[in-house]
């Protein structure tokens, strides 16, 4: 017994090693650039929604909670944002946002009229529990039409992101993280974000490519040093296309997981139909501050986490402008 538990540590603990190249510029629609995450991808996707609102369509969020819940505080961040949201006002974070708004640090907020916004909660997530969901809610309502956002609650899930077939069972929270569910998260947020979309296809490996992340920021940052990017055949024959960021969670990085989120969320089958390139950015551990890679969404960069000069926020922000051939 004790040697499968060490072949299963191996197993995902041991990061995938490929030939990595630069990340390239295709022929994208930039009215239609969207991001979605789960957990603290989730809070994270929240944070570019609205700092780069100019950019963003739309987002949406598994398992996440408000804009700027953790206000800089690790604990407030396991505490309050996670599981006893009373302490909550959502007037504090609409505040804040205004604020930062009102000095150029993120963009007008104006700009989150036009987005769509999904948000999935499930009564048994005992993570991240459903009223972190209702703080998000309550903030972007403020700023997005109501007949623009989709609340997800009818699945009884455990933390993580529901597959239709692939991961954990349904309602067992760990590793990897993605709950076989027969149900298509993937395809949920990418209908809400686009709409009108063709039916799931196939995903094809050899469109999903990994790309070097040390030319736009540092390991201290903290980057991995690749991620992937999933280019569907007509986008790499210079096809007009879409532009979608998933961001995975705690402990679904190379380091816990390999591609594992990359290749079995569910994105790419919809991306490979619907010429919808999707971007995987992966974040990395560091030290006692982030030991599980998360995204952060609680301040372990520094105070201006949640802003354009956030490390992680504007290093995403690069990644997307080279995507899209603007920089």
């Given at each position: ?119 999935f909660a499930s009564a048994k997530d005992s993570v991240i529990k459903p009223p972190a969901s209702d703080k998000l809610l309550e903030f972007e309502k403020k ?74 920021g540092p390991v201290s940052t903290p980057l991995f040093a690749t991620a992937w990017i999933y280019v569907p055949t007509s986008c790499q024959n210079g096809d ?46 560091l030290g006692q501050n982030n030991p599980y890679a998360c995204w952060d969404w609680f301040g372990f960069t520094g105070p201006n986490y949640v802003t354009k ?19």
């Open positions: 017994m004790k040697n499968i538990w060490v072949l299963f540590l191996l197993v995902v603990t041991t990061p995938q090693i490929q030939a990595a190249e630069n990340l390239k510029s295709y022929n994208i629609d930039q009215s239609a650039i969207t991001i979605s995450g789960v957990s603290s991808g989730a809070f994270m996707a929240n944070q570019m929604s609205v700092a780069y609102s100019q950019t963003f369509s739309g987002s949406a969020s598994v398992a996440g909670g408000i804009y700027w819940c953790a206000q800089g505080k690790s604990d407030k961040a396991q505490g309050e944002c996670m599981n006893s949201t009373g302490n909550i006002h959502p007037e504090v974070q609409i505040a804040e946002a205004q604020r930062l708004a009102s000095t150029g640090e993120i963009d007008p907020l104006a700009n989150l009229s036009r987005q769509r916004l999904y948000v700023f997005i039409p109501e007949n623009q956002i989709k609340y997800q609650t009818s699945l009884q899930s455990a933390h993580g992101f529901p597959t239709l077939n692939y991961g954990a069972s349904c309602t067992f929270g760990f590793l990897p993280w993605l709950l076989k569910c027969n149900f298509d998260t993937a395809g949920e947020i990418l209908d809400t974000m686009y709409g009108n979309l063709h039916e799931r296809g196939a995903m094809n490996e050899k469109n999903l490519f990994l790309f070097n992340q040390g030319e736009f007009r296309c879409k532009l979608h960021i998933a961001l995975h969670g705690c402990q679904m990085n190379p380091d816990f997981i390999q591609d594992q989120f990359v290749k079995n969320a569910g994105y790419n089958e919809w991306a490979e139909s619907n010429n919808i390139i999707v971007l995987y950015p992966q974040s990395a551990k000069s956030g490390a992680q926020m504007k290093i995403l922000k690069a990644m997307i402008d080279r995507v899209i051939g603007s920089k």
